[in-house]
């Protein structure tokens, strides 16, 4: 497999769920993030790693939360989200921060 | 999206050029972004410029003023399969700030 993949590709889940999005590169990047996209706004940065270590946490409630257990993997975990978490949750990959972002195709998250 | 600001909707005819423009914030800049977004995708990668003046890659070109905070894309030759969203992307501090898009229509 190339590129950047993400699972699960859809996920319906309760507010009182927790569930996982999973993300892996095969680029050979140093930099992990997780982007979120809703409806008529633009796509927010919510999670920065880079080498494995959180760069930048974006204000985002702590009802997320990211895992980076190596360079080629990015969790982000779910527990207790809100309706208005409902969006398409995007995994990107970078050589470097500074370089072109390579985007997963996304998990499509609905709350219930 | 942070002060990155273009049109949220272009119409354009098949075989026509268009020219999709994005002003931003030009404190702390590290860099020009453009992205695709077909509906329903994600984001692939079209152009980055970092220094003054145009980039040409095929039919897609971009353009970058530094001290005006301007960019633009320009698609030349549409087809139908370039329908889709231009997202203007402004590289700082290591990040990706994003505009809204701009959504292209290519009609026959």
């Known amino acids: 497999e190339t590129g950047v993949t993400q699972t699960p590709r859809h996920l319906v889940m309760g507010m009182t769920n927790k569930k996982s999005l999973k993300c892996e590169q095969h680029?050979?990047?140093?930099?992990m993030y997780w982007y979120k996209q809703s409806a008529k706004k633009p796509l927010e940065l919510m999670f920065v790693?880079?080498?494995?270590?959180?760069?930048e946490n974006n204000s985002v409630p702590s009802r997320f939360s990211p895992e980076c257990p190596n360079s080629s993997h990015l969790f982000l975990h779910l527990h207790t989200l809100q309706p208005e978490d409902s969006a398409l949750y995007l995994c990107a990959s970078s050589l470097d921060p500074d370089r072109e972002k390579f985007f997963g195709p996304g998990t499509r998250l609905t709350v219930l | 999206g942070q002060n990155i600001d273009q049109p949220t909707e272009m119409t354009a005819t098949e075989g026509a050029i268009v020219q999709i423009n994005c002003t931003y914030q030009?404190?702390?800049?590290?860099?020009l972004f453009w992205y695709q977004q077909h509906a329903g995708e994600a984001p692939t990668f079209l152009s980055y410029?970092?220094?003054?003046g145009l980039e040409e890659k095929g039919r897609f070109s971009s353009f970058l003023s530094r001290s005006k905070g301007y960019s633009y894309l320009l698609l030349k030759e549409l087809q139908m399969k370039d329908s889709a969203s231009y997202l203007c992307?402004?590289?700082?501090?290591?990040?990706?700030?994003f505009g809204k898009g701009t959504k292209l229509s290519v009609k026959p």
């Open positions: 410029n970092v220094l003054d």
């Open positions: 790693y880079s080498l494995e270590e959180r760069v």
């Open positions: 992307a402004r590289g700082s501090q290591g990040n990706l700030i």
């Open positions: 680029l050979g990047h140093n930099a």
């Open positions: 030009t404190s702390g800049f590290n860099g």
